[in-house]
């Protein structure tokens, strides 16, 4: 049985409780086990409604690193690193590896890349 299922019954397992135990304490172990799976549920739906902050879209606007250029042939240009992750980017710009730039759009698995102002990299690369 999935742990989420046990989760969701778990009230109605807790009637098991009024079996096993005097009414007074039976009473007092139910409502503390209802207690618990009311903020259960509560954290659960707020968490499930939270959009996730890691999708693709998020990525445009963040910065990258250049870790290496592609062959000429290959259809993605460079690789870069973006929170840890690499991802295949092509660029209008010319780019060499350890470059800064900033992600401009997805496009399946992809990103078009561009160089950041030379400012702003100083700036975090002194």
Known sequence: MHPYIILLLLPVIGIVVFWLLPLPLAIVAYTLILLLSGVLYWVIARAMRKSSKYDMESLVGTEARVVSKSRPEDEAQYMVRVRGELWRANSSDS????????????????????????????????
Do not use: H, I, M
């Open 95 to 126: 780019l060499e590896r350890g470059d800064t730039v900033k992600v401009l759009s997805v496009s399946g698995l992809t990103l078009q890349v561009g160089k950041t102002t030379g400012d702003q990299a100083q700036a975090r690369n002194p």
